[in-house]
């Protein structure tokens, strides 16, 4: 999560350099205390500046009905619905009529779907802590990135191959989300049913007999 003061230091770039700041605001409802989101739109001077990108997939747990909103000036705008039309031309229109319903849930949905990923991030930290295994304690969304770093593959794919193949338990590597070469995280996601969350921590109780450290 960026801090207001890390938002407010881009903003200042922003208006140093005349320049626009896209955000990624998908997750805006899942973030554990005590850290809180900041519309970037929000801060003194920036609306003018900010393109909002946000999700119904998350929120909603819709992953697959794809989706998705802009918010930006109306100069912006008018020139995302140009590209978008080219690209894309829309999503699927019954599905944008079904989703209107969940747009109009009160604020005890988004207490109650903050409350269940925060039991559920716990419980697959505390699994992991019991295992011993080193991770990130997320402060939002919800995947954990554990370092396989004891394990000393170079490869964190082949890691993930091994770890499927030997251990059963599935992951994606963390190079994915890297620009820089970094290969010693792979990335797990606890958005699962609590049974299927403490069956996957039980197979990671044999991770280091299966997946002998290499040397």
């Not at 519309?39 to 909603?60: D, E, H, N, V």
């Not at 100069?75 to 619905?81: A, G, L, P």
């Not at 930290?125 to 011993?132: S, T, Y």
């Amino acid at each position: 999560m960026f801090t207001r003061a890390e938002l407010e230091l881009i903003a200042d770039m922003a208006e140093k350099y005349d320049t626009y700041v896209i955000t990624d605001e998908v997750y805006e409802h899942i973030v554990y205390a005590p850290y809180q989101h900041t519309y970037f739109a929000t801060l003194p001077g920036m609306w003018q500046r900010t393109i909002s990108c946000s999700s119904l997939s998350k929120t909603y747990s819709i992953t697959g009905w794809r989706l998705g909103y802009t918010i930006a000036p109306p100069e912006i705008t008018d020139r995302i619905k140009k590209v978008h039309d080219f690209l894309t031309v829309g999503a699927a229109a019954p599905l944008q009529e079904a989703v209107i319903p969940g747009l109009r849930f009160g604020q005890e949905y988004y207490n109650d779907l903050l409350a269940t990923y925060t039991r559920k991030r716990d419980l697959f930290v505390e699994g992991l802590d019991a295992i011993g295994l080193q991770h990130t304690v997320p402060q939002g969304a919800y995947y954990i990135l554990m370092d396989i770093s004891e394990f000393g593959f170079d490869s964190d794919l082949e890691f993930c191959e091994v770890l499927a193949r030997d251990v059963g338990v599935g992951a994606v590597p963390g190079s994915s989300f890297f620009r820089e070469p970094v290969n010693h995280l792979i990335r797990f996601h606890f958005a699962k049913r609590d049974e299927t969350l403490c069956a996957a921590l039980n197979r990671l109780e044999t991770i280091r007999k299966k997946i002998p450290a290499r040397k």
